[in-house]
């Protein structure tokens, strides 16, 4: 069988996209591990079908380098609305798309150059803190700088859902880190039901943060979105931003700009690398 695919990518983050209004995708577990390879498969961060909804223009689903389906992805969503208007799924003379995920329905702004869409600002909802929702095994209304000893040392964590479960760690050296071992203590610690994604962050300036992400089920990344959104929320929850202020978080691959006051409103750039077909 012989499946086309678009490779696009959001600050780096990469994923192979499906269109699944005309295509039944059978076992997308399995097809995001063999895909995702990127020594023997087209290579990413995972698999993201664009599939039709009853409630909005299209939906999405996520799968992680290991097969396993993720609620929601902030780069991932940027680039399933280009998607939407590349492929003329939707009207073209629209500036605005609403996708369907398993955090709910969400709601993007498109801006164009030369009628071509380039960037998006994403409305990702109200962040959500309650410990059993996010989920955490941590007592409290907020889990907002609190100590945790991993192996012999203790970091101080902010934990926070954007439809998908983070925790961000501020420190003073970012780049040093070995966040290959660091990252799966917090993925796989039992105080984390579901896992978690790992953010550590260091505040450049009241309205710029640098970041690094270790994504469960993926390892790290260039750059996580919803991650981006968590960073920037704890950054308020701790007093190092303000409220209603756009916010500049630098990843690994490239810049994304988080603004946070009711709901958080995240915008950044979608891009296709290019398209083909493969056989499988």
């Known amino acids: 069988m012989r499946l086309k695919f678009t490779k696009m990518h959001g600050c780096g983050n990469d994923y192979i996209y499906i269109n699944c209004f005309n295509n039944n995708i059978k076992n997308p577990e399995k097809l995001s591990i063999t895909l995702s390879d990127r020594h023997f498969g087209i290579g990413g961060d995972g698999l993201i079908l664009v599939c039709p909804s009853q409630i909005a223009d299209a939906k999405m689903r996520m799968f992680n380098l290991d097969g396993s389906e993720g609620k929601m992805c902030g780069n991932g969503i940027r680039c399933i609305g280009k998607y939407l208007f590349d492929n003329n799924i939707v009207d073209n003379h629209k500036n605005s798309v609403s996708i369907e995920t398993l955090s709910g329905v969400k709601h993007l702004m498109v801006f164009k150059e030369n009628n071509i869409v380039t960037k998006l600002r994403v409305d990702m909802g109200k962040p959500i803190f309650e410990p059993?929702?996010?989920?955490?095994?941590?007592?409290?209304?907020?889990?907002?700088?609190?100590?945790?000893?991993?192996?012999?040392?203790?970091?101080?964590?902010?934990?926070?859902?954007?439809?998908?479960?983070?925790?961000?760690?501020?420190?003073?050296?970012?780049?040093?880190?070995?966040?290959?071992?660091?990252?799966?203590?917090?993925?796989?610690?039992?105080?984390?039901?579901?896992?978690?994604?790992?953010?550590?962050?260091?505040?450049?300036?009241?309205?710029?943060?640098?970041?690094?992400?270790?994504?469960?089920?993926?390892?790290?990344?260039?750059?996580?979105?919803?991650?981006?959104?968590?960073?920037?929320?704890?950054?308020i929850e701790n007093g190092y931003c303000k409220k209603g202020e756009d916010i500049t978080i630098k990843l690994k691959g490239g810049e994304l700009t988080i603004n946070y006051e009711e709901s958080v409103f995240m915008t950044g750039n979608a891009q296709k690398v290019f398209e083909g077909e493969i056989e499988i």
């Open 132 to 235: 059993k929702l996010i989920p955490a095994n941590i007592n409290g209304e907020k889990i907002i700088n609190q100590p945790l000893i991993l192996g012999n040392a203790t970091y101080y964590i902010n934990c926070i859902s954007m439809g998908n479960p983070h925790c961000v760690v501020f420190c003073d050296d970012i780049m040093n880190i070995n966040i290959e071992d660091i990252g799966p203590l917090f993925e796989k610690n039992l105080l984390f039901p579901e896992g978690i994604n790992t953010e550590f962050a260091k505040i450049i300036s009241k309205n710029m943060i640098e970041m690094r992400v270790w994504e469960r089920g993926s390892g790290e990344t260039l750059a996580c979105g919803t991650g981006a959104c968590a960073v920037a929320v704890a950054a």
